[in-house]
């Protein structure tokens, strides 16, 4: 597979099919409270697609049978909606969501509080959000891929904190990861360069200890290897002469 160059017209709907997507990833998120099960936010997910005529990216991929992955604490990534699953006050909850529209798609996560969060979780989510912001700046014209991941990196590790190896960032368009990989790591000048017209997703997974992660029996829930805590933010990026531009406007 090589990296795709995207037209304006094929970006539009990337676009569109974005600006969807963060209003249904807000609302989601701001309905999640204490007492919902993980199903119950999937629904609404599915409900206010339907309602703008729009398709659940994840839901069928490689056989997902939800429409978003919905990771609490220590779960890392690609956990199925479950009725079993309630959340509880302190919980922190990744919404990690695609929408389609004409076959194009788009890609976002966030972290959520449920309740009131220890310290110790919020820290992790405002450095994990602020090393996605790090990537995002990295993302022009003249650099290389390898300029994302060390920013990233290099944001969290002072922290203590680990990026997930096995989880990259990845680029997206007709499918919904397309080359090239965007590891949350890495040596700047290193990788492919970044050029106008790609459209890549930039998603650090960040975990408080170490970078390990195990994979349930499901063979979609990843755990932390420690049992610590993990957050997780994307945006999906349009690079541009005048800078990266965010096609997944959550805030």
């Not at 529209?101 to 959000?129: H, R, Y």
């Not at 050029?195 to 390990?212: D, F, L, Q, R």
Request: hydrophobic share 35%.
């Amino acid at each position: 597979m090589a990296i795709t160059i995207k037209t304006s017209d094929e970006v539009a709907i990337i676009r569109r099919a974005g600006g969807m997507l963060a209003e249904i990833l807000n609302a989601c998120g701001a309905a999640a409270a204490p007492g919902m099960s993980t199903a119950d936010i999937d629904q609404i997910a599915r409900d206010l697609c339907d309602q703008r005529g729009v398709t659940p990216g994840f839901l069928g991929y490689h056989g997902f049978s939800g429409a978003m992955c919905t990771s609490v604490n220590d779960q890392v990534v690609h956990c199925i909606p479950s009725k079993e699953k309630i959340l509880q006050d302190g919980d922190i909850l990744k919404l990690d969501f695609g929408v389609a529209i004409d076959g194009w798609n788009s890609d976002a996560c966030q972290t959520f509080a449920i309740g009131t969060i220890s310290p110790a979780a919020e820290k992790l989510m405002k450095v994990t959000k602020e090393s996605m912001y790090k990537g995002i700046d990295q993302a022009i014209i003249g650099n290389r891929i390898g300029d994302i991941g060390h920013a990233v990196e290099r944001h969290v590790t002072p922290h203590g904190y680990s990026p997930v190896r096995e989880c990259v960032g990845h680029g997206i368009g007709r499918r919904l990861h397309e080359d090239p990989e965007i590891p949350n790591w890495g040596s700047p000048g290193t990788g492919p360069k970044i050029v106008a017209g790609m459209v890549i997703c930039i998603e650090p997974i960040i975990n408080i200890g170490t970078h390990k992660i195990i994979t349930e029996a499901d063979r979609w829930t990843t755990r932390t290897a420690d049992g610590e805590l993990s957050a997780h933010f994307e945006h999906t990026i349009y690079i541009t002469p005048d800078g990266p531009e965010i096609l997944t406007p959550w805030e």
